[in-house]
């Protein structure tokens, strides 16, 4: 895949495909918008069932040069370096990619991703946590408490106190995920 399209992958991606106006209709590079949809990942009935739509201007489109453009575009999109950074963004996986060597390059870059938005949550939480404590602590300097709320309020700095604890002691594992290969496990006996 030449390099320079790395950077465009996920702006492409995004575009999505769209119906056609009479002028792209009439107008229309078969081959090209069937590259385009490829490159983008679209799914071909999708990319179809948007070509059909020029019918209503009294166009009808050329579905084998689309193919042989979508064809094109998807030999594009389904490069193995593609299906890691679109995983990498969250984007999931569509099927496209008869290519297991896309597929488990996507899988390796959702891996990282979830280990990654995993990260982003501990460390959320974490926050939520501190400032919790920070807002028990000052409740229990105060003389305005029974002994059931200062009780209760103890058991909650305790049980957000071990949450705390047991997130850094996750956040701490979690970059070693990030430095295993993936793994395929296999239920079948």
């Known amino acids: 895949m030449k390099k320079w399209l790395y950077p465009l992958l996920p702006l492409v991606v995004l575009t999505g495909c769209t119906s056609l106006s009479k002028d792209e209709c009439l107008q229309a590079n078969w081959y090209g918008i069937g590259y385009q949809h490829g490159v983008n990942g679209t799914q071909y009935q999708d990319g179809v069932n948007a070509l059909a739509q020029c019918s209503e201007f009294g166009v009808r489109a050329d579905i084998n040069e689309y193919k042989s453009g979508y064809d094109q575009g998807l030999n594009v999109y389904c490069e193995p370096e593609n299906g890691f950074t679109l995983a990498m963004q969250g984007m999931p996986y569509n099927g496209v990619c008869n290519s297991t060597a896309f597929r ?3 899988q390796e ?3 990282r991703y979830q280990v ?5 949550d501990i460390d959320d939480r974490i926050e939520e946590i501190d400032r919790r404590l920070h807002t028990i602590r000052a409740e229990l300097n105060s003389n305005q408490l029974d002994n059931q709320q200062r009780k209760n309020l103890y058991h909650e700095r305790k049980s957000l106190e071990d949450e705390r604890n047991d997130l850094r002691k996750e956040r ?3 970059p070693l995920l990030n430095k ?8 079948e006996w």
């Not at 990654?116 to 982003?120: F, G, T």
């Not at 295993?180 to 239920?187: A, D, F, G, H, K």
């Open 104 to 106: 488990k390059a996507w």
């Open 180 to 187: 295993l290969p993936s793994v395929e496990i296999s239920t």
């Open 172 to 174: 701490a594992l979690l």
């Open 116 to 120: 990654q938005q995993r990260l982003i």
């Open 109 to 111: 870059g959702n891996d």
